[in-house]
């Protein structure tokens, strides 16, 4: 069955740091952009961090920047975020996704990335905060 899965979400306090992880089975991860994305609730979903394949460039949205590093290890089919500083603003369920459209991110004219260029999705993990 193909899919992507995240994990290594949590309880956080604010400050603290979590290193997700997303793992892909039965689909190559080769030569496609990666992503995280996030939702609060009750918010639309946004683009986080995308990391491309074909020279590991990143993007990040500025309200991660300095404190999420987005990476990605090819061999084991599996993309990383990890979070650092983290304030009440990052709870959210975080989902990585696959960039259908090749293998370096896209950046939109309005300087985010897009949900709908994503073609697979995992189902999400849960970053809540502990306070």
């Known amino acids: 069955q193909v899919q992507l899965v995240e994990s290594g979400g949590g309880l956080v306090q604010p400050g603290g740091s979590l290193r997700l992880s997303c793992a892909a089975s039965?689909?190559?991860?080769?030569?496609?952009?990666l992503s995280w994305f996030r939702q609060a609730p009750g918010k639309a979903r946004e683009g986080v961090s995308c990391?491309?394949?074909?020279?590991?460039?990143?993007y990040y949205a500025d309200s991660v920047k300095g404190r999420f590093t987005i990476s990605r290890d090819n061999v084991k089919n599996t993309v990383y975020l990890q979070m650092n500083s983290l304030q009440a603003e990052d709870k959210a369920v975080y989902y990585c996704?696959?960039?259908?459209?090749?293998?370096?991110?896209?950046?939109?004219?309005?300087?985010?990335?897009?949900?709908?260029?994503?073609?697979?999705w995992g189902q999400g993990t849960q970053v809540a905060d502990s306070s």
């Open positions: 990391i491309s394949h074909s020279d590991s460039s990143t």
């Open positions: 996704a696959r960039y259908r459209l090749g293998p370096k991110c896209t950046v939109g004219a309005d300087g985010g990335i897009s949900m709908y260029e994503y073609d697979y």
């Open positions: 039965e689909l190559s991860l080769d030569y496609y952009a």
